[in-house]
């Protein structure tokens, strides 16, 4: 490669486990790659990356520094404030805005914002945020939304996880942690389901919250109707996703709905909470519904499953809607830019 190759260096929260920061790391790292960046990165769960970050420093490998999440953001340059003779970026991920912006986070991620050349939101409305409470970084603040990214892989057979042809699978793409709000999902579907007695909810993704995951690996074993798949890799998640006629979020706070958009890349309808992070994604009755507790839950899942041509109808409209606004390449060409101008001599 060309030694003259920009070298990038990604610090993120979180690698390792499936989740958001993850798969949108990864997914930079190697469309990044492809226009010609050297973009590595370094996860603040490996054990010794601060030995690993002092030693990048002293060498001076790289020339531009990407954090994701403004409050861990904000902790590494506490630590290690030399970051600050490097161009910083950084990209907002929703808990960071949605939480620590409020509670005790809220001063490493003032010590972010007031660092960086460039803060990366997913959404306008979080431009809105930060601008009307903090003026003065305005004219850092750049809304690049996600884009999507899934491999294609073989479709999976229902039979093979347990489901029969006629169910009517509901997926719920989320780690297990409380903002998540599984319940409302389970609570909410079990509602109807003494009516739709083929309705079954696929709920896929990581236990992040110990204590809750148990919580709600328990009450899946007492209901015959709701599987727990764990953690996919996100090379997988296409063919598992593919599987369901309605995709959920039920999350009480968002950044960006991730696993709810790739499902609906899929023509899948979306059913999700009313909240920031997710509002302005759909319109209402077009690509699904929104929900606000759980009775609306039960009303928005009883219209899809009473109608196989509704739920088609939208789910076609939702494929629609993550092409135009949610691509990747529109994405990457953002980021490039971005890169490209903070690096200008």
Request: aromatic share 8%; hydrophobic share 40%.
């Amino acid at each position: 490669m060309n030694r003259k190759s920009p070298l990038a260096l990604m610090l993120t929260p979180f690698h390792h486990m499936q989740r958001g920061n993850t798969v949108t790391t990864l997914r930079l790292q190697t469309a990044l790659r492809q226009r010609g960046f050297i973009v590595d990165i370094l996860s603040l769960e490996e054990k010794g990356w601060r030995d690993s970050l002092r030693k990048y420093l002293i060498n001076g490998k790289y020339s531009l520094v990407h954090g994701f999440n403004a409050r861990y953001f904000g902790g590494v340059l506490a630590e290690f404030p030399e970051l600050q003779n490097l161009p910083l970026i950084l990209t907002t991920t929703g808990s960071d805005l949605n939480y620590d912006l409020k509670n005790v986070g809220r001063e490493l991620v003032l010590t972010a914002f007031a660092v960086v050349e460039k803060i990366i939101v997913f959404h306008d409305y979080f431009q809105k945020l930060i601008g009307d409470a903090y003026p003065e970084f305005c004219s850092k603040l750049s809304t690049i939304p996600q884009g999507i990214w899934l491999e294609e892989r073989p479709p999976l057979k229902r039979e093979m996880i347990g489901l029969a042809a006629n169910n009517i699978v509901f997926a719920l793409p989320s780690g297990l942690r409380p903002v998540k709000d599984i319940e409302l999902a389970i609570d909410g579907l079990q509602r109807v389901y003494k009516d739709f007695p083929e309705l079954r909810l696929l709920i896929i993704g990581p236990v992040i919250d110990q204590d809750y995951g148990q919580k709600i690996k328990q009450r899946v074993k007492e209901l015959n109707w709701v599987f727990y798949l764990g953690e996919v890799s996100h090379s997988e998640m296409g063919s598992y996703l593919s599987l369901a006629d309605v995709i959920l979020n039920t999350s009480r706070a968002e950044g960006q709905p991730q696993g709810l958009l790739e499902g609906m890349s899929r023509n899948k309808p979306a059913i999700l909470t009313a909240v920031p992070g997710n509002l302005d994604i759909i319109e209402e009755g077009r690509q699904g519904y929104y929900v606000r507790n759980q009775e609306e839950l039960a009303s928005a899942a009883r219209k899809m499953l009473s109608s196989a041509e509704s739920r088609q109808r939208m789910g076609r409209e939702a494929g629609k809607l993550v092409k135009e606004k949610f691509s990747l390449a529109r994405e990457i060409q953002s980021y490039e830019k971005l890169y490209r101008q903070v690096l200008k001599p």
